[in-house]
């Protein structure tokens, strides 16, 4: 990777891969809407000389070339809301593939295990028969036959698939996230799911260090490959843990049905959450095999460690 492009790189993920980008010594492309948030993200990160801010709208490809300069690997790490997943995220990464394909530029996608519908095995490989079942499921794979299409010629296209996800970039598209958030400012906090049932989550400066490894491989293109946490836990533990680094011991509620669906009534985004809770009774575990068998060892920051350091960090942003 010579030059690479951020898309999306003010969120919980983008920021991250940016700022593993940033720290290896790459030419980065930091790419967004919002020109504040860029700047934010560039002062966060010390305003290093190989970033560059390039805003624009990611529905856009024309704004896309416009500021890709050169970049020969962009991550598309631009999302969606829950609430409009089915009606804008196709033509989201559409606009990226189009804008790439007249670069003939690399992809990289990360997304998640929606597609993947139920568990079928105790490890889920990158061959489990993808079968969702929910609506976001089906969009979700339909998403990734879009990005795989003949459509494209000149695109090499990757997809990077995330468990839940927790770390101090993580944000409201987090399930997690809001959680850590309430713990770490002595709030009461919400916790989506069944919290007595362990299931796999990653911490994100894990997760972009392993997509970056992952990114520099020629041979990883044109492949789904899983990015796995560093184990299972059960939100009851990871309550215990962040009021421990936190200080606080406010309520943490666990949100089911019911709630979720009446949040709802006045927060879109809860209202859609209610068909993936299957997720936190019948969790999934990525499978490492793939990824250490051809590019190394995962990267696994004990939840103990990644906890801790994410409330912390919390803590200083207030």
């Known amino acids: 990777m010579m030059k690479v492009m951020v898309i999306g790189a003010t969120g919980g993920t983008g920021t991250a891969?940016?700022?593993e980008l940033v720290k290896r010594g790459i030419d980065t492309i930091a790419f967004g809407r919002s020109h504040q948030k860029l700047v934010q993200l560039a002062d966060r990160l010390g305003n290093p000389a190989n970033l560059?801010?390039?805003v624009g709208d990611a529905m856009r490809p024309d704004d896309i070339v416009s500021q890709a300069r050169g970049a020969d690997v962009w991550f598309h790490c631009a999302n969606v809301p829950y609430h409009e997943m089915a009606s804008k995220l196709i033509p989201l990464g559409e606009s990226v593939m189009e804008a790439a394909e007249r670069m003939a530029a690399r992809?990289?996608?990360?997304?998640?295990?929606?597609p993947y519908g139920r568990r079928r095995a105790d490890l889920v490989t990158e061959e489990h028969p993808k079968q969702p079942h929910t609506r976001k499921g089906k969009v979700r794979l339909d998403y990734e036959r879009m990005l795989f299409s003949k459509r494209w010629n000149k695109v090499k296209v990757l997809i990077a698939r995330l468990p839940d996800y927790y770390g101090p970039t993580a944000n409201e598209a987090s399930y997690l996230g809001s959680t850590l958030e309430a713990i770490a400012a002595g709030k009461m906090a919400f916790y989506i799911g069944n919290m007595q049932i362990p299931r796999e989550?990653?911490?994100l400066p894990d997760a972009a260090a392993m997509i970056v490894e992952l990114a520099s491989r020629d041979f990883a293109y044109q492949q789904n490959w899983n990015i796995p946490g560093a184990g299972v836990i059960s939100g009851r533990?990871?309550?215990k843990i962040a009021q421990a680094s936190s200080g606080s011991v406010k309520p943490v509620i666990p949100l089911k049905?019911?709630?979720?669906?009446?949040l709802g009534l006045g927060l879109p985004v809860m209202k859609e959450v209610v068909e993936m809770l299957y997720l936190t009774e019948e969790p999934l575990t990525l499978s490492?095999?793939?990824y250490e068998r051809y590019i190394g060892p995962i990267v696994a920051t004990s939840f103990q460690?990644?906890?801790?350091?994410?409330?912390?960090?919390?803590?200083?942003r207030k």
Request: charged letters at 20%; aromatic letters at 8%; a neutral charge.
């Open 17 to 19: 891969i940016t700022e």
């Open 52 to 54: 560059t801010l390039g």
């Open 107 to 114: 992809v990289v996608a990360i997304d998640g295990i929606y």
């Open 201 to 203: 989550f990653i911490y």
């Open 237 to 239: 533990d990871i309550v």
């Open 257 to 262: 049905k019911i709630g979720l669906s009446l």
């Open 288 to 290: 490492r095999n793939k």
């Open 305 to 316: 460690e990644g906890i801790s350091s994410t409330i912390k960090a919390l803590q200083l």
